[in-house]
């Protein structure tokens, strides 16, 4: 057991007539490495026992969801968000997904936060106020059509915890916005979606950034052994790990970068912003951006014109 003591671990080793490796494999390795058992049985066989309290905290625990469908966005960056765009996941959730299926992961950058950056500013920048309001009608719009809504925690976000010294938590800033039951918060940077066919999906706004397209994505992969749906980086793009063992995803954003004064007012040799979202259906991604990337008469086909036929 992870809490079992020093002198508790030495009696049940000495009994055991094991070495301390077998002991330790037999009956410990799955709660503690074995440098840890080392470290309790010295101690107490040299009679040590004044040590202080581990330091622990409760930091919970990033959501597991369910196998199911979900469509997953991110860096929407309120108020500076396209909105025509905005309007396409709500049309592929009510074109391609069940009723009671419906599930929306927010991965974060709902918010520029910019009252809250450490960035000197020369440009006016839209006021908390305006976010706050521009999130209640994001909110309210969504949720005609979504039946939960699973939000999670971007750069963005967490400038209001480090400038408030965490006195504004995630379930504050939620609060603001809504107060329906059917919109979960979580002050993880992340959250892994269950997939029963296979490996699961691990949803990020990491915080590395590279201008190359999904080099992040790919070492994510690696450490996590999972496949990576990533924000942060404004990239646009899909494809296989180097190993072709998992799918890595840049899911883009619902940003509008034309009133976004950083990204326009200079000459910059940065990556340009590209507009996505994914849909993940049945293990599957399906990463949405813009013609020609997405043939979306494919997609959203005019009804009237298909009876017509």
Partial sequence: MADAGGPELLRAWRASGLSKKDFWRAN??????????????????????ATPAPYTVDLGKPWLLPDDDYIIVGDVQLPTTDYDFMALPLAIAREHMRRGHRNLVLAGDLLNADAFSLYDMDTETPAFEQEIEAAQVFFAEYLTVFDNIYYFMGNHERRVGKRTKAALKPQHILA????????????WGHCVIANEGGIPYRVTHARNYSVNQLVVADQLAQKYQMHIIQHHEHHCAMGWDRYGRYVVVNNGGLFRPDVMAYAVMDDSKSPAMKRGFTL??????????????????????????????
């Fill in 176 to 187: 603001m916005m809504t107060h329906d039951k059917r919109v979960h918060v979580s002050a």
């Fill in 28 to 49: 410990h390795a799955d709660a503690m490495s074995y440098n840890a058992m080392l470290g309790r049985m010295w101690r107490a066989e040299n009679g040590l026992q």
């Fill in 280 to 309: 993940l259906r049945g293990g599957t991604p399906y990463l949405f951006s813009d013609e020609p990337f997405t043939d979306w008469s494919a997609w959203l086909p005019d009804r009237r014109a298909k009876r017509a036929r």
